[in-house]
């Protein structure tokens, strides 16, 4: 039976899955955390935005959405304090994040393969959410809650748990892994201003 609190990455190595909103440090040599990873800055809080997918190392630590909250132990708010600390190590970088603070999952189930799950994606944003449709029925809304004092359109950041690249100019590429599923989908939605 799966260990359903694990997952074997392509390297071999189990890694316990974490759950949105919880805390996680992550353990980086020094060459691994320097320009690898792209952080941004919104509401004075440091977020991961990307980070090297060719870089095994990173394989499976970051998801996008995470918020960086520390570096080795100090507290951090802007990419430059961040980046200053990461140079100033003369070993391994302890990242404290928080798993996705602001994103939403939701589960989705249809009848039959052919039935529309009921939303309009335009690339990887959540456009329209039909009245009734099985994406309604599910939570998803068009806008997300407040985020930075504005009401934000929602962004797909993972399809089925698995990630989806912030860059996608294709719809049909998200509709594909939505499809995936046959007859069962998950989502996780992120506010889109802060991506």
């Given amino acids: 039976m799966e260990d359903i609190d694990f997952k074997e990455t392509s390297y071999g190595y189990r890694i316990k899955k974490t759950e949105i909103g919880s805390t996680l440090s992550v353990y980086l040599q020094k060459r691994h955390a320097i320009d690898n990873f792209h952080l941004v800055e919104v509401t004075s809080s440091l977020w991961v935005a990307g980070w090297n997918q060719k870089e095994p ?68 944003r959540v456009v329209d959410v039909i009245h009734g449709g099985i994406a309604w029925k599910a939570g998803i809304q068009p806008f997300s809650a407040e985020f930075a004092e504005k009401c934000c359109s929602w962004a797909i950041t993972q399809v089925n748990r698995n990630p989806v690249s912030i860059l996608c100019k294709s719809t049909d590429v998200i509709l594909n892994k939505i499809d995936s599923g046959k007859t069962d989908a998950s989502i996780t939605l992120q506010p889109l201003s802060l991506l």
């Fill in 57 to 124: 190392a990173l394989t499976d630590k970051f998801h996008v959405g995470d918020q960086l909250l520390s570096v080795n132990g100090q507290p951090v708010t802007t990419v430059a304090e961040a980046s200053t600390i990461m140079t100033m190590t003369p070993g391994g970088v302890e990242l404290l994040l928080k798993r996705m603070p602001l994103a939403a999952e939701y589960r989705m189930h249809r009848d039959r393969e052919a039935e529309s799950w009921g939303m309009q994606i335009r690339q990887n």
